[in-house]
């Protein structure tokens, strides 16, 4: 399913934290507020941009992302941000309803935090149920690698639903790979594809938010980006990028 619905934001790569599973360059590459409101601007007059999700890095670390936030939303726009729970600016933001969180775990505390840092699961769950309490939508984007992949169906934040991650370092075998993506929600999600248009904190524009091959920058014309884009979905309906999840697909 391709969907011009929906935009993927990375404004950043650098984080607060230096997980053992990060696989981002964290490059200092930053996206201002202006240039992604200039960007959705330009991309509203072409599609009809119902929803956004922002990745990073940590986008909490940008002191004006809630600013970001509250403007997108005020344009009608449904926000996701995939964030690691640990930098609180949630107080900041004013519709929280709009405005989905996706916060991420690596487990039980022992796992997560031989991965995180000590003391950051407690943190991303007190995160968590500040947002519950604030009335965000609260999702839990669990990370499997080979040391959480037993906890798969155990592992639990306040009954929360959870998307599964799958580890892009391969610690994970192939059964266990094949096992996750067949019989849990793995992110992106099946029905959907890996499409959608993203734009990376490096200003290019990508067909997926996982593939290195660029089919515009910021400034190119938006009718250019989704005819490049539709005609790579077009040439490849199940996923653009043959090198990364159509492998792991399979
Ligand atoms: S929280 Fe995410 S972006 Fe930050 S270091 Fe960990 S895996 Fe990387």
Do not use: W
Request: charge should be positive; glycine fraction near 4%; charged fraction near 20%.
């Amino acid at each position: 399913m391709v969907s011009l619905e929906n935009l993927y934001i990375s404004s950043l790569e650098t984080c607060n934290l230096h997980c053992r599973y990060c696989y981002t360059k964290k490059t200092k590459n930053v996206l201002t507020n202006q240039q992604i409101l200039s960007f959705v601007n330009r991309y509203r007059r072409y599609s009809n941009l119902k929803s956004i999700i922002f990745c990073g890095g940590e986008v909490f670390t940008l002191n004006s992302f809630p600013d970001l936030i509250n403007k997108l939303n005020k344009l009608g726009i449904f926000i996701t941000v995939i964030t690691n729970g640990t930098i609180d600016r949630l107080t900041e933001i004013k519709n929280p309803n709009n405005c989905q969180l996706l916060v991420s775990f690596d487990g039980p505390k022992n796992i997560h935090d031989h991965n995180r840092g000590v003391g950051n699961y407690d943190l991303s769950k007190s995160f968590v149920r500040h947002a519950l309490d604030l009335d965000f939508p609260v999702e839990i984007f669990f990370l499997i690698t080979k040391e959480s992949y037993p906890y798969l169906n155990s592992f639990n934040i306040f009954g929360l639903e959870k998307t599964y991650l799958i580890d892009r370092l391969g610690s994970l075998s192939s059964v266990q790979t094949q096992n996750v993506l067949k019989n849990y929600p793995t992110y992106p999600p099946k029905t959907f594809g890996c499409h959608q248009i993203s734009l990376q904190s490096d200003s290019l524009i990508y067909p997926c938010c996982e593939t290195n091959k660029p089919i515009g920058k910021i400034s190119t014309p938006i009718k250019k980006i989704i005819k490049n884009y539709l005609d790579l979905v077009h040439q490849n309906p199940l996923c653009v990028d043959p090198d990364f999840y159509c492998k792991l697909k399979k």
